[in-house]
């Protein structure tokens, strides 16, 4: 990993307009992610992880809109393609491992149509020569049989279709790949198989990697660095061993102590209260309601995110 | 696929059972009814001539008709002849074959229906998915609504209305008939010309009542498939919005609505009742509805048989044809 960005988020804002105002699903959000880097977005359900990944895309569907910010990919603002330029980028540039990875692929298509989809729309008809040799080359990569090209997503099982996913994510050797949430409907031991093959093939193309999850444990043994999602504000964003070392976010020192440890027997999630509305978030600070450590300016004033050490950034009053 | 040659031969017993049991009702129904159709033969002759020996005559008919032999051997060449499609001599037209009578209208009633049935499920499919596609253009979303409102419009309702605006009002076509009076029947342009041009108004009177239920039918299905993960998936992968729309979606949605198209296409003979009455048109419809007038029993049995043929044959052929469109649908046993 070196230190010149491929991906860089400015200052993104994304709402959706409800009948009742606007959600602000994504506040203030700044990052950048590495060239070949694995990068980890963690944080309860509703945080706006998938949010801020389908805004990478331009993929923020009605209502929802980006109101501010520059997502940078290489140095090309995303916000600023039009649509022709945008679906010419998507896939080639940055594909998507979805999240719904069993309902993800087209039922009445064979396996090979939905990767041929994809290679054929951005490469042209010349990319048809050793065209189905490419495919199955690529299900074998991912550790899929060649037959698997000719079957119908409904003949496979969970781990499978998320593999083909990830072989199709693979297929145009992006430059950045998103995988939101890419096992999380799948149980424990298929989850770390998938998990290691994506990580494989990841470092085979030497693409970047957008990795979200929730399981701050499994997150750990995967990325390079962590970026910790609270309320659709980005509140910690360091390396895995700082984070894991020396949290310094109060929402980080509790998502922290909730990985289960059989040496310290912790009681998992000790945080009080619920998650913020988006629609209405509370003023300043937006995880002050629950922080055990709220100052009086937590209430008025939002923490910007800071930069506490090198390259550890915090979003938190208490380190001004 | 998921087709096993033992399904197929299974679909196929089943489709002659089907017919087996429609020719047995066909057998049974009319000696369930009273009165007697020979004498009601007997009572329209002698309206136009003097009848002498009514016995005799009565006992020729009853001959001619195999009236006369026991019942079980009645049954059993009135379900063979049903399989031949030897529905014996009309009464209203006697002595005319019915299979002859039924094969003449057949055309008529086939040509003008399925092309409407099948030119109104493709443009209300693709008008319907449009209408909810977020790449359609606002001002073409504002032109398809209205024809939704067809939906509520019963075709015949239509037909009338066509009729007398284009062909009493503004006579600029023909008020019915498949071709001007006199016209010779050949395969020559201008007589091909004049029957298009008759078939103009119930064409556009079944079709459009057609278009609305079509793009209803779509519309809902679309707007769940539109919120499938394979179509968010589709946009991430860049494909283009035309592919998407015909290879993710619109391909999905209608799914259903193939089944509504078979079986349309399946209720057509009895669909065409009314239209063929209203433009006289000499398809089944119309031979059914005057058929019926006249107690035309052989008549009525041949198209009922037709019917029930025509719908068991299209439920066959989407059962054997199902699997290929959706591969989710398997018809082997495991
Ligand atoms: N179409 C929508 N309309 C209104 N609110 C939405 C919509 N989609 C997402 N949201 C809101 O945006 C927030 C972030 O959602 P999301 O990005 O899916 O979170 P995550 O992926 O972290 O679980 C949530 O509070 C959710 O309720
Ligand atoms: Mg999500």
Redesign the interface.
């Known amino acids: 990993m070196n230190t010149d960005a491929v991906l860089r988020i400015n200052n993104l804002h994304v709402h959706y307009q409800t009948p009742q105002g606007a959600v602000k699903a994504v506040d203030e959000v700044n990052l950048f992610v590495g060239r070949g880097e694995r990068f980890g977005f963690v944080g309860e359900s509703g945080c706006g992880k998938t949010t801020t990944a389908l805004a990478i895309?331009q993929?923020i569907q009605?209502p929802g809109k980006i109101v501010a910010g520059e997502i940078l990919l290489e140095g090309k603002n995303l916000v600023e393609l039009n649509a022709e330029e945008m679906?010419?980028?998507?896939?080639?540039e940055v594909?998507?491992i979805?999240?719904?990875a069993?309902?993800?692929?087209?039922?009445?298509?064979r396996i090979k149509d939905q990767i041929a989809?994809?290679i054929l729309?951005?490469e042209g008809r010349s990319a048809r020569t050793g065209l189905n040799q490419r495919i199955e080359d690529l299900l074998v990569t991912v550790g899929l049989q060649r037959p698997v090209a000719q079957m119908?997503p409904?003949e496979l099982s969970g781990g499978m279709k998320q593999r083909v996913?990830v072989a199709?994510a693979i297929a145009l050797k992006p430059k950045l790949i998103i995988a939101d949430e890419p096992t999380s409907a799948l149980d424990v031991v298929v989850q770390r198989i998938v998990t290691q093959t994506l990580i494989e093939v990841q470092e085979r193309i030497g693409a970047s990697l957008i990795l979200i999850g929730h399981d701050m444990g499994l997150q750990a043994q995967i990325v390079h660095r962590l970026a910790i999602m609270y309320g659709g504000h980005l509140v910690e964003m360091a390396t895995v061993k700082k984070i894991f070392q020396a949290p310094q976010h109060p929402y980080t020192q509790v998502l922290i102590g909730s990985v289960p440890s059989p040496k310290t027997k912790k009681s998992p999630f000790a945080l009080p209260g619920l998650p913020p509305a988006l629609l209405n978030p509370p003023p300043g600070c937006v995880f002050h309601p629950r922080c055990a450590k709220a100052l009086e300016m937590c209430r008025t004033q939002v923490p910007p995110l800071h930069e506490i050490q090198a390259a550890h950034f915090v979003a938190c009053h208490l380190y001004r | 696929m998921g087709l096993s040659v033992g399904y197929v031969i299974r679909r196929i017993a089943m489709f002659l059972v089907v017919i087996w049991v429609a020719a047995t009702i066909n057998f049974i129904i009319p000696r369930l009814v009273p009165g007697d159709p020979i004498q009601t033969m007997l009572a329209h002759m002698a309206q136009t001539e003097r009848i002498e020996n009514a016995a005799a005559i009565t006992q020729e008919l009853r001959a001619t008709y195999g009236l006369d032999a026991p019942i079980q051997e009645q049954y059993a060449r009135y379900i063979l002849n049903s399989f031949r499609f030897d529905f014996g001599l009309s009464l209203n037209q006697f002595p005319t074959k019915v299979g002859d009578l039924v094969l003449r209208a057949m055309p008529w009633t086939i040509g003008l229906l399925a092309t409407t049935t099948l030119l109104s499920f493709g443009l209300g499919t693709l008008m319907g998915a449009l209408l909810v596609w977020r790449g359609t253009p606002r001002w073409a979303q504002v032109m398809l609504t209205p024809f939704t409102f067809f939906a509520a419009v019963p075709y015949f309702l239509l037909a009338v209305v066509f009729l007398y605006l284009f062909a009493y009002v503004w006579k600029i076509l023909p008020t019915g008939g498949v071709a001007t009076a006199g016209a010779k029947a050949e395969w020559t342009l201008a007589y091909v010309g004049d029957v298009l041009q008759h078939f103009i108004l119930p064409a556009a009177a079944m079709a459009l009542a057609g278009l609305g239920n079509w793009m209803l039918g779509i519309r809902g299905m679309m707007v769940t498939t539109i919120g499938a993960d394979y179509l968010n998936l589709a946009y991430a992968k860049g494909l283009t919005d035309r592919r998407i729309f015909f290879r993710y979606a619109l391909r999905n949605a209608m799914l259903p609505q193939v089944t509504s198209l078979v079986i349309a296409l399946g209720h057509i003979v009895s669909g065409a009742i009314l239209i063929e009455v209203i433009f006289t048109l000499p398809g089944i419809g119309n031979l059914l509805y005057r058929s019926i007038g006249f107690l035309d029993y052989p008549m009525i049995q041949g198209i009922t048989f037709v019917l029930v043929v025509s719908v068991a044959f299209s439920v066959l052929l989407l059962d054997l044809f199902y699997p290929r469109l959706d591969p989710r649908i398997t018809y082997t046993r495991k």
């Open positions: 895309l993929m009605y679906r010419r980028t998507r896939w080639r594909s998507l979805p999240q719904g069993m309902s993800s692929l087209n039922p009445v298509m989809d994809a729309t951005h119908f409904h996913c199709m």
